[in-house]
């Protein structure tokens, strides 16, 4: 009996361990967060700057739209609309100085400013700038995986036409 447990006992905890390891990172894969979240009818924005996300690389994938909006009281937000992403852990929002970093190199080596947790890897979703944040200097917005250092898409921030 005890030569069974000094073996059982190990065993167990590393499946355990390993069981968790493996939910934690690939569970994003098949389970998708999604989100539907509407502007209050009487904020009123201006738009300062859009842009459409794009694919990192075949793996990591987006698609969908990204706005940054001013309110009537100088605040400023970071709208996305038509929002799809491809699911990870540990993904974040960053407003990134350069304009293309389509590397995770790229965004590493320019400035950026994070705006939190990605709420969903789908739909409409907002996200409050900090009022300390010169919006000027920032050319795109990213989906970052903070865990792994990866970036999953990057929207290129322009002014209307």
Request: proline share 4%; hydrophobic share 50%; net charge negative.
């Amino acid at each position: 009996m005890m030569r069974f447990l000094k073996i059982a006992l190990p065993v167990f905890v590393v499946g355990f361990l390993a069981g968790n390891a493996f939910w934690y990172l690939f569970s994003p894969l098949w389970i998708d967060q999604v989100v539907s979240e509407a502007l209050p009818d009487e904020l009123m924005v201006s738009v300062i700057s859009l842009g459409a996300f794009q694919d990192a690389d075949r793996a990591h994938q987006g698609a969908g739209n990204a706005l940054l909006l001013q309110t009537a009281t100088g605040s400023h937000l970071m709208r996305f609309t038509e929002f799809e992403v491809t699911n990870g852990p540990d993904l974040e929002v960053w407003l990134v100085a350069d304009d293309t970093p389509f590397s995770s190199g790229a965004v590493l080596a320019s400035e950026w400013v994070s705006l939190g947790q990605l709420k969903g890897n789908i739909g409409d979703q907002t996200y409050t700038i900090p009022d300390d944040v010169d919006v000027s200097q920032f050319g795109s917005v990213v989906i970052w995986c903070e865990q792994f250092s990866v970036l999953f898409s990057v929207a290129t921030l322009e002014e209307p036409s």
